[in-house]
């Protein structure tokens, strides 16, 4: 699957660092690249990943 590594670097963000959201709550860019030590993922790629995949998300996540 060429979009599990992008999973797993949604898996890393912090739900409690601001710089690794959007204001709108969705994964910034520039967190899940970094996160995944590559610069050419998009906000298309994440989406298609993890479709609707938020703060809101990552917090429940994290409650588990």
Known sequence: ????????ALGKLDAAADE????????????????????????????QAAPGFTRMSAQELAAL
């Open 20 to 47: 690794h959201w959007t204001d709108d709550g969705y994964p910034a860019v520039a967190a899940v690249a970094e996160a995944l030590g590559d610069q050419r993922v998009t906000r298309k790629l994440i989406e």
């Open 1 to 8: 699957d060429p979009l599990a590594p992008i999973r797993a």
